[in-house]
């Protein structure tokens, strides 16, 4: 299947908005995205509150249907939307890993690929405090046009992330390889901090 979305257009018109890119150090993505882009996957955004409406604007002008692929805008929240390339037809996964979904028993989707949007006000990022959640736009380095945020504060992301999908293993591996105990001063929340404090002593 060929790649046909215009992602690296997309990121290049959005680089004056205050957004930053997450889990793209996994097995999914190669080092030429956005260039290249896993199919059947997504990429995640995280954007301020108030460029979430622009940032929405720009990905629906840019993101666009071909011929026998269908193009689906998802409002989950007032804060979280998705935008959907659907093929006709189930494929095999170009990636699979053992939490795929199955279809009739092997790991086939329909999706071409997934931008999804979400800001700091979506309900999960409720866990971190709001100095760490406003600071995130600001300590970030850029990968072939892309916002990628620093190290300490993906970790401090990706427990959220690994605690909410457990079978999703690559968000351990990279707490393992680069968390320290100093992304505790990112959380608030008092019973995250506490499961994120065990998961550490142990892997650390």
């Not at 890119?21 to 955004?45: C, L, Q």
């Not at 968390?179 to 002593?201: G, Q, R």
Request: hydrophobic content about 35%; proline content about 4%.
């Amino acid at each position: 299947m060929e790649m046909f979305l215009k992602i690296s257009t997309l990121f290049s018109c959005i680089k004056d908005l205050r957004y930053v890119v997450t889990k793209i150090d996994t097995p999914f993505f190669s080092d030429n995205f956005p260039e290249e882009y896993p199919i059947g996957r997504d990429v995640d955004i995280i954007c301020h509150p108030d460029d979430l409406e622009k940032l929405v604007q720009i990905s629906n002008e840019i993101i666009h249907e071909e011929p026998n692929f269908s193009k689906h805008l998802i409002h989950d929240n007032e804060n979280h939307v998705r935008f959907r390339l659907q093929a006709p037809q189930y494929f095999m996964r170009l990636n699979p890993r053992h939490y795929d979904k199955l279809i009739n028993g092997h790991p086939m989707t329909k999706l071409h690929f997934q931008v999804d949007i979400s800001t700091t006000k979506e309900e999960d990022f409720k866990v971190f405090s709001r100095e760490f959640l406003d600071s995130i736009f600001d300590d970030f380095s850029m990968r072939n046009g892309v916002k990628v945020l620093d190290i300490n504060k993906e970790c401090t992301l990706r427990m959220l992330f690994w605690k909410n999908s457990p079978k999703s293993i690559h968000h351990l591996e990279y707490i393992s390889e680069n968390a320290s105990l100093k992304i505790l001063e990112n959380i608030e929340d008092e019973e995250f901090m506490s499961y994120c404090e065990t998961i550490l002593k142990r892997i650390l």
